[in-house]
Every structure is written in structure tokens, then in C-alpha cells.
């Protein structure tokens, strides 16, 4: 038992790594998660029996490596990804949480609901096909999402011969659309998910290539760069009332970093006080940062409930009645200017409406064009 905990207690110290893969339909993505999860040893014993026993009965193969997460039986009978996936995975050195997201233009909703939790985005390419126009929209939504680190693994190098050129020419494609989309860290790698080259062995095939495995790289790779530690944002999600000696506001730390002894003030009140206390789990803290989940106690007693804001008091967000946003729009029936919509901000959800549409961004080459309303899965 001993031993048991002590696994457990490493296993919650180590990095977590959320990453989502995108791209267009048939690029590979659930054969490369099936793949990683299986030459990982992640993959129970009776899951993966009934996965050969499923592959050989109707797929004549010994094993199709999508079916891991392909679990719906509408996915395993078209043989394509249509709801989102989720699984989870660790190595000795980082723990992950992998989102598998369909590729098929009209569940792109599901796209860009499953890569919202992301840190970082597996864009797959299919070798013979290059980038296509899904290939775009998928990386502009993970864009507008806030990922900020980009893997774009060219898939099924082996039925391009290995090609060097035909990778090469891939990531000048690739650079050429990704210059209009800002601040990414994009890392290359050639790949082939159903032979295993690159995946967690390097490759004999692709000699030519020097870089990472993809598993040595989602294990290495840092994605705090991006993360905003200067405007100490905190949504208060609940109020945690212990009696008269304790009363705490707990959520998780959207930016920034607080200190025990800060003045803040909380939103929209106004009211200002000192944070006496950083209460977690584990004991108290002298300061915490994003994207720790904590509970705050203030020295004075104030009107707080989910959905105000605390901030620093000298560095308080911009408080305004309407805003310009990038929207991914994804309800089935077209946005209307001016009706009344449900809009869900940090942890509380306000009335809103839509006034005018600016422009709408055409994925091939991010250019924007004139538009008067936004229907399914445009941006």
C-alpha cells in the first residue's frame, strides 16, 4: 500500500500537458494517438484484445491503431472521428491529457470545443496531400483558441518513399500560412503513424532527420511561454463558508501571481481588502500563480459571490459594456444581429447580443472579407 501511494504521490508531482490533435479528415490523427498510447504501454490489456480482435474481424489487419479512440460505433463503421476523445497517458517525466478532435469540416464545432483546453496543438498532415484548407482552419482556430505551440507532424511518410523533399516542401507550405497567424512556436517532424517511424523510436527510414521523436518532444517541450503572470486575474467560482472562522473564495488563477499581503480589489464592487491567506490542499502558500486552482481569504469582510473578479489593486481590468471579439460561431442556426444570447464569461453568464459583424476570415489564407452574419463553424 505503502508503495502504492508513494506512485501515486510522484505521479501527481510530475507536469501535466494537455494537447489536442487537428488537421483535415483521414491526416491519421486517431492511428497516431492509438499508436503513441500503444508503444507507450497505456493501453489496458482487455481494451487492447478487443481493438485486434475488432481489427481482424472487419478490418483484415492485426491491429488499426484508431480505434482507440474511435469508440462510437457510427466512427468505427465510416471509419472517421466525429466526437471528441479524450485520453489520458504518462511517462516517467510528464503526464498528459490527449484530446482527439475530428477532422471533417462540418464537426469542426467539436474541433474547437475538444482543442479549447489545449496547450498545444498536434496539426497532422497527410504526406501525398500537403496542407489543405482543413489543415488551415484547424490551426487559425487553435490560434484564436490561445495555443501558442504548434507540432505539425507531416503523417504517412511512408507512402511518399521516405521523401526528404516532399517533407521539405511541406513545412515551406506550411511556414508560408503560418506567418499570418501570430506568435507560435511551431516545431516539424516527419512521421509515420502506422508504421511507428518517429513516434516514440527514431526512425531507420528517415536518416535524413535529426530532430525529436514526437514523444521526446511532447515530453520536453515547454508551454508556459505564453502565459500571462504580470495582470493577476482570479474568477471566483465559490464561496467556501466554514462558520464564523473561515470564509474563502475559491477558483483558479487565470493570470498573474498573488502574494499574501496584496491590497486587491474585487470586481464589480469595487471594494478593495489584503489577502490574508493562499489555502490549498496541501497547506498554505505564500503566493501562487496561473493556472493554479487555490482558495483566497480576504482580511475584511466582503459581499463576494461566483462570477466577480479579484485583482490587484493598482492593475484592474478594463470594465466595459461592449467589446470586439473573434467568434467561432457553432450553433447549427446562423447568428441574428441584436437577439438576446446567453454569454458565458469566466464563471458567471450574462445577457448579450450581437450589434454587427465586421468581417469574417476566409481559413485559406486568413484574409478577412465582408460579412453581414456568421453561420456554422465560421470565424
Not at 13 to 28: P, Q
Amino acid at each position: 500500500m505503502k508503495g502504492s501511494e508513494s506512485l501515486v504521490e510522484r505521479n501527481q508531482n510530475i507536469d501535466l500537458l494537455r494537447f489536442a490533435t487537428a488537421g483535415s479528415v483521414d491526416d491519421g490523427k486517431s492511428t497516431l494517438i492509438g499508436r503513441l498510447l500503444h508503444d507507450s504501454k497505456s493501453i489496458f490489456e482487455d481494451q487492447l484484445d478487443l481493438i485486434k480482435t475488432f481489427s481482424k474481424t472487419h478490418r483484415s489487419q492485426d491491429i488499426d491503431y484508431s480505434l482507440v479512440t474511435d469508440g462510437l460505433k457510427s466512427e468505427r463503421e465510416q471509419g472517421i472521428t466525429i466526437d471528441v476523445a479524450y485520453r489520458f497517458f504518462s511517462t516517467p517525466k510528464r503526464r498528459f491529457i490527449i484530446t482527439d478532435t475530428p477532422g471533417h469540416e462540418q464537426y469542426t464545432r467539436n474541433m474547437a470545443t475538444g482543442a479549447s483546453n489545449a496547450s498545444l496543438a498536434l496539426i497532422l498532415i497527410d504526406a501525398r496531400n500537403g496542407v489543405v484548407t482543413q489543415t488551415k482552419r484547424h490551426s487559425f482556430i487553435s490560434s484564436l483558441l490561445g495555443i501558442r505551440n504548434f507540432v505539425v507532424a507531416v503523417n504517412k511518410m511512408d507512402l511518399v518513399d521516405y521523401s526528404e523533399e516532399v517533407f521539405e516542401n511541406i513545412v515551406s507550405e506550411y511556414n508560408a500560412f503560418s506567418d499570418k497567424l501570430s506568435g507560435e512556436s511551431i516545431y516539424y517532424m516527419p512521421i509515420s503513424a502506422l508504421k511507428g517511424d518517429n513516434v516514440i523510436e527514431r526512425s531507420a527510414n528517415m536518416p535524413w532527420f535529426q530532430g525529436s521523436t514526437l514523444l521526446d518532444y511532447l515530453e520536453n517541450v515547454n508551454v508556459s511561454g505564453g502565459r500571462n503572470l504580470t495582470d493577476f486575474r482570479f474568477p471566483v467560482q465559490y464561496v467556501n463558508w466554514g462558520g464564523d472562522d473561515f470564509r474563502g473564495y475559491c477558483g483558479t488563477i487565470a493570470s498573474g501571481v498573488i502574494h499574501k499581503g496584496d491590497k486587491v480589489r474585487v470586481l464589480p464592487s469595487g471594494k478593495t481588502s489584503e489577502i490574508s491567506r493562499i489555502v490549498t490542499y496541501d497547506g498554505d502558500l505564500d503566493y501562487a500563480f496561473a493556472p493554479m486552482a487555490v482558495t483566497l481569504c480576504l482580511e475584511d469582510d466582503i459581499d463576494i459571490s461566483r462570477g466577480d473578479m479579484i485583482a490587484k489593486v493598482d492593475d484592474i481590468p478594463v470594465i466595459a459594456g461592449s467589446l470586439e471579439a473573434n467568434v467561432v460561431w457553432m450553433d447549427s442556426a446562423p447568428m441574428e444581429i441584436g437577439k438576446d444570447y446567453l454569454i458565458k464569461h469566466t464563471t458567471s453568464t450574462v445577457k448579450g447580443n450581437f450589434s454587427e459583424v465586421l468581417h469574417e476570415f476566409d481559413p485559406e489564407d486568413i484574409s478577412m472579407k465582408p460579412s453581414e452574419f456568421l453561420s456554422l463553424n465560421v470565424s
